[in-house]
Structures are given as structure tokens and as C-alpha cells.
């Protein structure tokens, strides 16, 4: 197959025209042209995941993060970034990503989340209103859904992190009040806090709070679940996609742990 095919899959569910502007979704390196014979897929693209793809003859890496994010001025092998780049492009390696524009459509990764915890009735946290995604649902990011009963205060926090099996949670001071409306965004997703608010939820769960978001009042529960956590499940999303639409093509899930935040 060709590497452009492969990709047409992925974006007949998440079409590139909804990342947003800032953003480096696509083919960073290699030519949609090239026949590739497998697929590696993951969250990042990092040295251990490139050493894996290679050794199992995969030829083209879809992750969710884009490797190539701000302009290079150099291919330098001492770097970090330079060092992959080099690397792949020496082994003939194509790499994509699907970023922003897996985040917004509705089944990306927020609503990835939204499944994790159980939510229903759910709806994007902030959408687009000029863009409908392929299934004729609403685009945007976050997620906003209710559970069927409330959830007692004492009890939230054991189910976020069963849901997205991490040992620990960040959170803003708890609330007393049972939890039954929960908003979520799936990475760094400070931006949509008023948007949590706006909507009613009694919790907002994301990643990458920083101190100051903590000093909050008590209408919304703010939870950092990390980064790594609440987007992982987006791998599986391409995995489940890519094997239904190519049975016969060989799609593989990285085995490595690609968080590089580790907890003690």
C-alpha cells in the first residue's frame, strides 16, 4: 500500500482540515507516496518506538503527537528531535500525526475520556460551529456528559483514576456535593476551564494544570489527570480503525511506555 492510503483511513475519521492553526498534524517526514509494508502506531514518536518499528520491519509511524512540532533549522544527531529525524529518515521511515484534528471530531480523544468514565448524554465542550465532522456530529474540543446517578465526593476521585489507571490526581480543593456532571478535555486543557464552567460541570478533568488554575471557587472540581493518561486511549482509536478498514495490513500498537512522567 501506499503511505497516503494508509493515512486516508485515519482521516475519513479525523480529517486533517480540523486541526487547528497552530498545529503540525501529517506527514512530517517521508513521501505519501512510498509503499510501506507495515504500520507502528503510538502516542509519541520516541527513540525506543523507532527502535521497535524498525525491528519489526514497519515503515510508516502514526502517532497522535507531531515529532516535527516547531520549525528546524538543523538535522542535528546530537539533538533530540534532530536525533529521530536523522534516523528515520536514513531508514526510509515515513511519520505521520493525527493531533488536534483527533482531538476534535467526536469520537477522538475527548470523547475517548467520556467513555472512559462512563458519561452519557454527551456533547462537545466547545464547538465549532462552522464544522461537522464525517459522522454528522458537532466538532470542537472537549466533552461535557452526565453520569446516571450522582457520584458521592468521597467517591470521584477512585473512579477517575481506575478510569485512567494513574496512582495519583492533581486537583483543586474538593468539593462536598455528590458529582454527576463532568466536563473533559483530553492534553493541556486550561483554555476550556470557563467553558467547564459554563456548561454546568461539577468536575473538569485534563491535563497539565499549572499552580495558578488551582486557585479556583468552588462551582467546578478541577482534576489534572497528565497528559500521557488522558490521551493514550487515542492509539487503540487508530488500532480499531485502521485494523476494520485494512484486516490484512499489518498494524501494530507500540509495547513500550511512552509517558515520560513517571510517579513514586
Known amino acids: 500500500m501506499k503511505a497516503w492510503e494508509v493515512v486516508a483511513v485515519l482521516e475519513e475519521f479525523a480529517p486533517r482540515i480540523f486541526q487547528e492553526s497552530w498545529d503540525n498534524a501529517g506527514f512530517c517526514i517521508g513521501d505519501p507516496q512510498q509503499e510501506v509494508t507495515g504500520v507502528m502506531l503510538g502516542l509519541d514518536c520516541t527513540p ?12 510508516l509511524i502514526i502517532t497522535h503527537h ?3 512540532f516547531h520549525g528546524l533549522k538543523r538535522i542535528d544527531p546530537t ?19 493525527a493531533h488536534t484534528n483527533a482531538d476534535k471530531v467526536f469520537d477522538g480523544v475527548s470523547g475517548w475520556m467520556a467513555d472512559r468514565l462512563g458519561l452519557t448524554d454527551c ?15 458537532s466538532v470542537g474540543l472537549g466533552m461535557v456528559g452526565n453520569w446516571s446517578e450522582p457520584v458521592p465526593a468521597d467517591q470521584f476521585l477512585e473512579r477517575v ?3 485512567f489507571g494513574t496512582p495519583c490526581l492533581r486537583t483543586s480543593a474538593p468539593l462536598s456535593r455528590p458529582i454527576r456532571r463532568v466536563a473533559v478535555c483530553g492534553g493541556s486543557g486550561s483554555s476550556l476551564l470557563s467553558a467547564a464552567r459554563k456548561a454546568g460541570a461539577d468536575a473538569f478533568l485534563c491535563g497539565d494544570l499549572s499552580y495558578h488554575h488551582f486557585f479556583t471557587d468552588q462551582t467546578c472540581w478541577l482534576v489534572d489527570v497528565g497528559h500521557f493518561e488522558s490521551e493514550i486511549g487515542i492509539v487503540d ?8 478498514k485494512i ?18
Open 161 to 163: 483514576k481506575a478510569a
Open 123 to 137: 456533547e462537545i465542550l466547545d464547538p465549532d460551529p462552522k464544522a461537522v465532522g464525517p459522522d454528522g456530529r
Open 247 to 264: 484486516p490484512n495490513f499489518a498494524v501494530r500498537k507500540t509495547e513500550q511506555n511512552n509517558n515520560p512522567v513517571y510517579y513514586y
Open 237 to 244: 482509536r487508530f488500532f480499531t480503525i485502521l485494523k476494520e
Open 48 to 59: 525506543a518506538l523507532l527502535d521497535e518499528a524498525i525491528a519489526c520491519g514497519a515503515n
Open 66 to 68: 507531531p515529532l516535527i
Open 79 to 97: 539533538d533530540a528531535i534532530g536525533s529521530l529525524v536523522y534516523r528515520a529518515i536514513r531508514a526510509d521511515l515515513a511519520i505521520y500525526s
